[in-house]
């Protein structure tokens, strides 16, 4: 007898029976898309079970630099798995030499850590950070996410009336925990200076995303990070540059290579393991020791799958990668392209928007510029970035249609790729345009 296939919404109707939402993270059910099924994925492209091939710009928030299921780093996880296992004691070869990378890599980084995801990385950030300071506040931006964790679970992505006031991403937060956090506006150095010259001596730490990639793409002002720095130094708050997006997909030293401005702590994930669960937290070699299980360690940390093999393999086959092919010179081209492309297309047509981007990272907003702060960006037309990004799948081209996020591309995407993208987004705001 034949069995029937199952199709995308058979399938999302049995995961929504099992699964709160239907899904295992809280934005990857997206209104129009509860019935997405993926059922494969490799280089440039995933499948879902309804036989749809999609070009995949949204690369999962961002881990796959090199792609999906990159050969190479597939190669060192399966060869990591015949070889060695989790025994949680002691250290692998493989993880020291993960350790002596970053340390070598990124400029702020004499020690590092590793966890199984940015959140955990951001979350030791901060208690270390107060452990060494004795001090409570934390500084974060409006507009950066650094993690599911209540001291920095405020402020992401804000509706107006909330920019300014306290705006919880979640219930279930104890007031006082956000209450211990304040909000800035980033590139705003003045902001900065004023909060330091009332707060300044409660202050543990800043934290910020150097370039505020969870609103698509803020650039950051020169003036703005050594603002940060000088002000950090002077009152002896930490500073903390989250890169778990920047880091490696940027440069393999992360945003502070690229500006001269070095952190105390550095948050990092995502790129530096092509997909697999990371996280890391590294820095100053005083801080680091904080956390140190020899006598004089202060500061807890643990993690059962801290430096799981598969990941430490998977780590260093990306790094190998990067650093012996054209990683990086691909993937800048093909963003810039992509940004020119995308410019001349909506300018073509009259439509206002401002294409921004770093490197690798793309995104549209429909507006007129600048796009400087998260103010800026409360003029992007949301209804046209999401309709826009909709009628894109129509084309078999995946950019995640929800407001404000960015878009990626990897290693594995072509020319031929680009070319694909700028034909269904003329013709994608074309249809906006008349409907
Ligand atoms: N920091 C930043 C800048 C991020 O973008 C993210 C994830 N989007 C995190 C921290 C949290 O990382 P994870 O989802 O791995 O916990």
């Known amino acids: ?83 060695v296992d989790l025994c949680g004691v002691g250290v692998t070869t493989a993880e020291v030499e993960l350790a002596e990378a970053l340390v070598e890599l990124v400029p702020s980084v004499e020690k590092v850590l590793l966890t199984s995801t940015g959140s955990e990385a951001t979350f030791h950030a901060l208690r270390v950070a107060r452990a060494a300071t004795g001090r409570r506040l934390v500084v974060k931006f409006q507009g950066c996410y650094h993690g599911w964790h209540d001291a920095v679970s405020l402020n992401v992505i804000s509706a107006p009336e909330r920019v300014g006031a306290r705006d919880p991403i979640s219930a279930g937060i104890l007031p006082e925990v956000l209450e211990a956090t304040l909000v800035l506006r980033f590139n705003d150095a003045e902001g900065v200076r004023a909060a330091f010259a009332e707060y300044g001596r409660d202050i543990a730490a800043v934290i910020v995303e150097p370039v505020p990639h969870n609103v698509g793409c803020l650039l950051p002002e020169r003036e703005f990070l050594r603002t940060l720095r000088d002000e950090c130094t002077r009152a002896g708050s930490v500073l903390i540059f989250d890169e778990v997006i920047s880091g490696f997909r940027h440069d393999l030293g992360g945003w502070q290579a690229i500006s001269g401005i070095t952190p105390d702590l550095t948050t990092m994930g995502k790129a530096i393991a092509n997909g697999y669960p990371v996280g890391a937290l590294g820095g100053r070699a005083d801080l680091m020791e904080l956390f140190s299980s020899r006598p004089g360690g202060s500061v807890f940390f643990a993690g059962t799958y801290n430096g799981h093999p598969a990941v430490v393999a998977a780590a260093l086959a990306t790094l190998r990668k990067i650093r012996t092919e054209p990683v990086h010179e691909h993937v800048f081209r093909l963003g810039d392209r992509i940004r020119t492309g995308l410019s001349e297309v909506f300018a073509g047509l009259g439509l206002p928007a401002v294409v921004t981007g770093y490197g690798s990272v793309f995104v549209a907003y429909f507006m007129t510029g600048p796009a400087r702060t998260y103010d800026d960006l409360l003029r992007n037309d949301a209804s046209m970035f999401v309709g826009y990004r909709r009628r894109l799948l129509g084309h078999g081209v995946f950019e995640l249609p ?4 960015r878009s990626h591309v990897s290693y594995a995407h072509t020319e031929t790729d680009v070319d694909r993208l700028l034909e269904a987004a003329a013709a994608a705001a074309r249809a906006q345009l008349a409907d």
């Open 402 to 405: 929800l407001n404000l996020k």
């Open 1 to 83: 007898m034949n069995q029937r296939v199952l199709s995308g919404s058979d399938l999302a109707e049995r995961a929504r029976r099992a699964i709160p939402g239907g899904v295992n993270s809280g934005q990857r059910s997206i209104p129009g898309l509860t019935d997405l099924v993926i059922t494969e994925a490799d280089g440039a492209r995933f499948r879902d079970a309804d036989g749809r091939e999609y070009v995949d710009y949204h690369a999962a928030f961002g881990p796959p630099l090199l792609g999906h299921n990159d050969p190479d780093v597939s190669a060192a996880v399966a060869e990591a798995g015949r070889t």
